[in-house]
């Protein structure tokens, strides 16, 4: 009887000590969440670190959760290239609703660690799923930017016209196309696209017109940057610098 007695008692323990264990790992997500929150980036990767060290290998809803907490303390951190390294897990192991979210989130990081072929070879991904999305198109925004102020236009210009050869072109593309050409010094070919971003009729008027002078303003045609920033500014408003460029091409432009 005795020997039952100790055989029951050491079970309970190991159930209460299987259980406290388990536990634990509730209580460092709680306590990360709370570091995170204060700002305490480091403590709070170390308390999710213990989170999930606490699990049992295998990935659920808790572990999940844990990971994009970890993924906003190290983007706290500006660890960028950790937090691209936890979207890609998040990406990997998610449901499938959900797996773009992730991705869009991993390139994001990957261009603010400046790791441009990285981010490309995400962003790729996500177009071939979902190429005319709204993430999509404001990663190939930032990617092309990324790629210009880095002295590559010539890869901005690729993605641009893989976008517009599959139908995916707005006027906020054709603008991106046409801020490409004017750093190569094509400034017909600028127009050109700004033409088609006008005739999109969608929300880059303002930019497209802006850029449209700027183009006439590098032929050196002082004359017609003149009319079209005078343009712009009836339509849009005339800022300091709006003005001081009216007032500079009025000297130029008799």
């Known amino acids: 009887m005795r020997k039952y007695v100790y055989l029951a008692a050491c079970m309970t323990a190991v159930l209460f000590l299987t259980a406290c264990a388990g536990g634990r790992k509730y209580e460092y997500r709680e306590e990360g969440i709370a570091r995170l929150n204060a700002g305490n980036y480091p403590a709070a990767v170390s308390l999710f670190n213990q ?50 979210g992730y991705l869009s989130r991993c390139c994001a990081m990957l261009l603010l660690d400046g790791s441009l072929e990285e981010a490309k070879e995400k962003y790729q991904t996500l177009y071939a799923q979902d190429r005319g999305g709204a993430d999509t198109l404001k990663l190939l925004q930032a990617l092309g930017a990324a790629f210009r102020e880095a002295g590559k236009p010539d890869e901005a210009t690729e993605l641009y016209q893989q976008a517009v050869d599959d139908g995916a072109a707005n006027g906020e593309l054709y603008n991106m196309l046409a801020l490409n050409e004017l750093e190569f010094g094509e400034y017909d070919q600028a127009l050109a696209f700004i033409e088609k971003g006008l005739a999109v009729g969608d929300g880059a008027r303002e930019k497209l017109l802006y850029n449209k002078a700027v183009a006439y303003e590098r032929k050196l045609d002082f004359a017609g940057a003149l009319a079209l920033f005078e343009d712009y500014a009836r339509e849009f408003g005339a800022s300091a610098d709006i003005e001081k460029e009216i007032a500079f091409l009025r000297t130029r432009a008799d």
């Open 51 to 100: 989170a999930l060290d606490e699990s049992d290998g295998m990935v659920g809803d808790f572990e999940l959760d844990v990971l994009k907490y970890h993924a906003e303390a190290e983007y706290g951190m500006e660890d960028y290239a950790a937090a691209a390294a936890t979207y890609d897990i998040l990406w990997q192991v998610t449901e499938e609703d959900q797996k773009q």
